[in-house]
Nanobody, 126 residues
Framework: QVQLVESGGGLVQAGGSLRLSCAAS????????MGWFRQAPGKEREFVAA???????YYGDSVKGRFTISRDNAKNTVYLQMNSLKPEDTAVYSC????????????????????WGQGTQVTVSS
């Protein structure tokens, strides 16, 4: 099992940057694939980025080239560096973890993940 806590959200102007963190409990963090998803009001949850247990990285088309996901297994933390933010990026950002899934098809699918954090609000103003 794992507990996830996101931090780093806030209010930023368009074109600015934020760095989100997702801290995980437990001693087996390296055994989990990690993903970031976001959900804006009235919209379905959208895939943002994921990193596999082996370090393979995937991005959603809407954030490719602007966002960077990374993980530090020694700190039990996954990060999402968000640059060139747009108002369309405004959403609640949640991290997710799963011990078993791998490959782009599964890592991009929110329904494959067993564990979720509470989410952190990101608001990008015009």
């Amino acid at each position: 099992q794992v507990q996830l806590v996101e931090s780093g959200g806030g209010l930023v102007q368009a074109g600015g940057s934020l760095r989100l963190s997702c801290a995980a409990s437990g001693r087996t963090f390296s055994s989990y694939a990690m993903g970031w998803f976001r959900q804006a009001p009235g919209k379905e949850r959208e895939f943002v980025a994921a990193i596999s247990r082996g370090g393979t990285i995937y991005y959603g088309d809407s954030v490719k080239g602007r966002f960077t996901i990374s993980r530090d297994n020694a700190k039990n933390t996954v990060y999402l560096q968000m640059n060139s933010l747009k108002p369309e990026d405004t959403a609640v950002y949640s991290c997710a973890a799963d011990r078993h899934i791998d490959g782009s098809y599964f890592l991009k699918d929110q329904y494959q993940y067993d564990y979720w954090g509470q989410g952190t609000q990101v608001t990008v103003s015009s």
